[in-house]
């Protein structure tokens, strides 16, 4: 199933269909077609405006202010990723920068709020440490923001969302902040309410608006990861909207 991802995924989709456009025959219909959509898709997702609309369409409102956090019992913020072997702390690995914008967010919520925080993430290719740890070092020696509950086993959201409930049970906590990017949490909400928490969105680093007239359709290798993590998250709720409606299904099925 992870293989099959990335295969949908930019920049291999792209390069598959420009194959597939080459052993059909690039002089023949078809594979003319299949290499011009292969190319053209690449560059169009490179585009600042096309990256932009993907991510927009993703995010929920912001937070509107520290009276949006009453009758929050925690803070639990969402891991986004490593860096292997980052000297500049001396910690190994290293939070990810999307991952730190988290940290960040988390910090200023409980400065404005003293809710205790979760961190959850735990290490999908076996590393040394769980990336929890690191995100509670970051937020202990960067931020001085301690952290009360380290989820260190979880591998994808919906895992961050199950171990991180069953902790949070064990404190009686129902009701969380939640933090993650902007185009990331909708997802995360749904995974989170699926294993039984009451969810205050707390999104960051929302999309930035394209720049004005021709610069806005430049293809730019920054906007084209922009436009794969937003697809990814497309694809992401996909599957979970698939996953309820077979849910669904059984759950009517089962009641005649």
């Not at 096309?50 to 991510?55: D, I």
């Not at 949490?185 to 680093?205: D, K, N, W, Y």
Request: hydrophobic share 50%.
């Amino acid at each position: 199933m992870e293989a099959l991802k990335y295969l949908l995924l930019p920049p291999v989709i792209n390069a598959l269909l420009i194959l597939a456009g080459l052993a059909a025959g690039a002089r023949r219909l078809t594979g003319g077609l299949l290499i011009a959509l292969g190319l053209a898709s690449l560059l169009v997702l490179a585009t600042p405006i096309a990256s932009h609309a993907l991510r927009q369409g993703l995010e929920p409102a912001p937070l509107p202010g520290p009276a949006s956090l009453r009758g929050v019992q925690a803070i639990v913020i969402l891991g986004g990723g490593r860096d292997y072997l980052a000297p500049e702390f001396g910690w190994g690995d290293a939070p990810s920068n999307p991952t730190w914008r988290r940290l960040a967010y988390g910090a200023h919520l409980h400065r404005g709020s003293g809710l205790p925080i979760l961190v959850s993430g735990g290490r999908v290719h076996d590393e040394h440490s769980a990336e929890a740890s690191l995100m509670a070092a970051a937020l202990r020696e960067v931020f001085e923001v301690p952290v009360r509950w380290l989820e260190g086993e979880s591998r994808n959201t919906a895992e961050n969302a199950r171990f991180s409930a069953a902790m949070l049970a064990d404190a009686n906590i129902e009701r969380v902040a939640l933090i993650s990017q902007a185009w990331h949490l909708p997802r995360a909400i749904a995974e989170f309410e699926r294993a039984g928490l009451a969810v205050v969105p707390a999104p960051t680093e929302f999309a930035s608006a394209p720049p004005p007239g021709l610069h806005g359709w430049i293809p730019r290798a920054y906007h084209l990861n922009e436009s794969t993590r937003a697809l990814h998250e497309w694809l992401g709720r996909g599957v979970l909207w698939v996953r309820e409606a077979l849910l669904e299904h059984r759950r009517g099925s089962a009641g005649t």
